[in-house]
């Protein structure tokens, strides 16, 4: 044992030890980690409701479970995977941890803040999942009146008020990025010389500070009129119930770039490492990210097509939603330009990225099908929609996050994953992932409409077909959760920089000193620069 | 950054005023003004808003950057408003085909 014999280099992890050293921590990175273990349970709990909802599904009839509780069932796997897991997952553990090491800093802007919003997120999480115990919510994660206000029987109000809560864990660790980002950059790190990780997160933080204080507004105004009897939603007590969609959509449609913009920062980081070159028009990559975030406040009547929306507004949205696609496809297109004469290695984050770049393609490109009005009147609200998003969130979002965490995995922890199982569990993903959802395309395509458990026998081959790739993807998921856990002990022993990246990240030991840095780093070349990374590896042998 | 502070005379007089719109809003209630009752009451609410940005926020001495979040948040309320008016608005202004 060389190791044993050599004195223990202090860093984040030994520096102090104890279940208060944790809690009360305001080191970002103790924080991330804190993230990573709260959004994983949520991840295998929004899960567990998938696998449900999918056993159910493998025949036409309703034998599993009752209309009330499959009702209740993808309410909670909506309600888990996007506000407990999607909405933090990569902003505030890959984000935290990295994007103060990346522009130089010792830490956030606001530490105390920081671990705040944690634990805002764990009391919000609580409500919910006590919601979800006493007998669940059944109005869709969407919450649509008058439904929610004035005729479901469920928890709705515990579950409100704990994304209500969550909601407010958004806001500040946005907040806590754009400050740190303005004021905490090292000397020398210009905005134009900032990795592209750190814009992709500006532009997602612009969003979580504008746009989750309507969802809280929406929320509270459900509330008001369920608890109170206010008039705002219900028909019956003076209300416009296609308010609440206004109101519910100018949130969440920009919430799924809150989930998408953060796994495309990552992607850039991944594609410009593995093929050692600068990422192909790093300028527009970078403000494509901001474009996204602003177009994309511009667009959310496409969720309403049919919702009564007049039609003059549905042909605005209808237009306006093209234009988000020119920024998402000047970034596909530039990732790929990237590639070309690169020097590439198939590790696995880089397997990741290229799942990304193909079923984010898939995803936005359906994306635009559904933004075309004709269409999405014969598709709207049936699988189809259910493969679009998934698509970008789980082939997009997920891949890019798993993608970001064997990618720093070596950095956070200090260990090397296992490339061999990590190779066979993203392909593994990427298969179980297409099987699972190509079919409900299909299935949305021949009229299957979402969130019912009884359908006619003619869709049953291509049900079947989408449960067993669920079955396929689940492992695929619970692969890295071993391997991970065990690299933990008896993972290879990772060196400062194990792929020649350039980021200011790796320049720092592997895992980080308490302060991140031992000197503050001075940034004299633009990001990408391998000229630099190469003499440096030169010099050290 | 705010080297400049207000004397304690400005917010005493900007707090005055806060309280005599309030009491205005509040009487203006009473009078039947038709549709106007809503316009004035929103245009009361503007001006309070105002008051309280300018001076207690201390906008009024603040950095570029600050009045530029400032005017950014107030863009995206304009652009949820606007964007919600276009479908109200025209409810109905053209129709459905096979209807
Ligand atoms: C490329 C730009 C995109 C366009 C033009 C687009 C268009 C649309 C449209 C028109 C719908 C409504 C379909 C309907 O209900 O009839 C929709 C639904 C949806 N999209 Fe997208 N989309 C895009 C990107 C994304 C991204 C990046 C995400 C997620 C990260 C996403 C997530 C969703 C979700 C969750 C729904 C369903 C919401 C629900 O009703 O439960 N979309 N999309
Ligand atoms: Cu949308």
Known sequence: MITAAVQEREHYLNASYGIKSWLLTKDHKRIGLLYLATITLFFFLGGAFATLIRIELLTPQGDLVSSETYNKLFTMHGVTMIFFFLIPSIPATLGNFFLPMMIGARDLAFPRLNLLSWYLLVVGGLFSLFAMLAGGVDTGWTFYTPYSTSYSNTWVIATAVGIFIAGFSSILTGLNFIVTIHRMRAPGMTWFRMPLFVWAHYATSLIQVLGTPVLAVTLLLVLCERLFHIGIFDPALGGDPVLFQHLFWFYSHPAVYIMILPAMGVVSEIISTFSRKPIFGYGFVAFSSVSIAVLGFLVWGHHMFVSTQSVYAGMVFSFLSYFVAIPSAIKVFNWTATLYKGSISFATPMLYAFGFIGLFTMGGLTGLFLACLGIDVHVTDTYFVVAHFHYIMVGGAIMGFLGGLHFWWPKMTGRMYPEGWAKLSALTIFLGFNLTFFPQFILGYLGMPRRYHVYPEEFQVLHVLSTAGASVLAVGYMIPMIYLIWSLRYGQIAVANPWGATGLEWKTASPPPLHNFDETPIVTHEAYDYTTVMEEVIEVG | ?99
């Open chain 2, 1 to 99: 950054m705010s080297e400049h502070i207000d004397s304690v005379k400005t917010y005493v007089l900007v707090f005055a005023a806060l309280i005599c719109a309030t009491l205005a809003t509040t009487a203006v209630a009473f009078v039947d003004l038709g549709p106007f009752s809503v316009v004035v009451a929103l245009a009361i609410a503007v001006c309070k808003m105002l008051l309280v940005a300018l001076f207690f926020m201390h906008v009024r001495h603040s950095t570029k950057l600050t009045r530029l979040v400032l005017l950014g948040a107030l863009m995206w309320l304009g652009i949820l408003i606007l964007m919600t008016l276009t479908d109200f608005s025209t409810r109905g202004a053209l129709g459905v085909p096979g209807r």
